[in-house]
């Protein structure tokens, strides 16, 4: 499965932001989807994950009432609206996909897609 992401750019702080992430196909090992993030000499973390088939979410606490991750099953995209975003969200950010929401969050991913850059400026 190719995962293409798209959307990064710059914004300032308090602004927003989404992005996109497209999958060529679905098939019987993606059952979940979700987004990651890195800034330079850190560890890549979770942002947030999603089920393909009902829908169910999961965020990291620091994203929490900011970021929304929604899927449309019709065309095969997950979307993350970004928004109040900060200095600190500054980031490569990953579409992954995996088996479920738990294995994505542990970065138990089957998928990745390019990464995107986004840059909130103060």
């Known amino acids: 499965v190719q995962l293409q992401a798209c959307g990064g750019g710059l914004v300032q702080a308090g602004g927003s932001l989404r992005l996109s992430c497209a999958a060529s196909r679905r098939t019987f090992i993606i059952y979940s989807m979700g987004w990651f993030r890195q800034v330079p000499g850190k560890e890549r973390e979770f942002v947030a994950a999603?089920?393909?088939?009902?829908?169910?979410?999961d965020y990291a606490d620091f994203v929490k009432g900011r970021f929304v991750i929604t899927r449309d099953y019709a065309k095969n995209t997950v979307d993350l609206q970004m928004s109040s975003l900060k200095p600190e969200d500054t980031a490569v950010y990953y579409c992954?996909?995996?088996?479920?929401?738990?294995?994505?969050?542990?970065?138990?991913?089957?998928?990745w897609g390019q990464g995107t850059l986004v840059t909130v400026s103060s």
């Open positions: 992954a996909g995996g088996r479920s929401r738990s294995q994505i969050a542990t970065m138990n991913v089957d998928s």
């Open positions: 999603i089920s393909w088939g009902s829908g169910v979410t």
